[in-house]
């Protein structure tokens, strides 16, 4: 199954993706909330509520008249993991971790799945990250790894943008990595039934129709179970957190020149069962903000 959120006719909310088709489930199914997170939280329930709407498409809309957003708009947590493909461990010149490294992007730096994403005005050090990732579906403490797939929603295609100078000046990498529009993901959760193993599947980010990363996730240092385990020793993960599991070689950080990303530059991410997401640069507008709405 395909969960989305989509907007259409100003109005934005939760579906499920059939063929060409969205089915919108709040309509077809009046008991199910509008928004991913609350859907999430409603368990199996809702869950076999979406899969039985799935036969039932009495109000739908073309997939290409609607907006995907992110499929968690606002999620709780945004976690991703440092250096856990041993061949972007050998490109950029250090060793593999014994323990996972994680750093935090900020919420705000959620994009949809076919937005576009901003040069910022402050650096020209622009850099792709072609990533699985995955979204949890039940709140988890303390889960083994054997049972880790029991509190994963599904799977989507992400971005980890990049801002490198920005990356290199804090050890934390936060802020390098939590500019505006920096972490597209999507173009739905794919979830984790139709997966099969997440861990044998084809990865590839294209920037101007060239191939720049190409891996597969079998090579993945900590495998994505193995990443629940860890995060929940510390803290509880909740419905509607995403976790990015990491990026193979072939970032521009490791080339001689680097081939930082311009604006202009059109860049894809596609993934084996789950599907490509894609954003073009665009200049950021740097006007100062204060007050307003999201």
Known sequence: MKLCTFTHGQRTRIGVVVGELVIDLPAVVPELPSDMISFLQAGDEAMALAEE???KPDVSFPVADVVLEAPVPRPGKILAIGLNYADHVAETGGTAPSVQMWFNKQTTA????YGSINKPAVSDTLDYEG???F???KRAKHVPKERAHEVIAGYCCGNDVSVRDWQAASRTMQIGKSFDTHAPFGPW???????GDPHNLGIRTVVNDEVRQNSNTEHLIFNCFEQVEHLTKSFTLEPGDVIFTGTSSGV???MRPPPWLKVGDEVRIEIEKVGYIEHTVVEEDAQTVIGGSS
């Open 252 to 254: 521009a950080a490791a």
């Open 189 to 195: 959760i794919v979830t984790a039934d139709e997966v």
């Open 53 to 55: 709407a799935q036969t």
């Open 131 to 133: 990533e699985l990732a």
């Open 110 to 113: 959620t994009n949809r799945p």
């Open 135 to 137: 979204v949890i579906g």
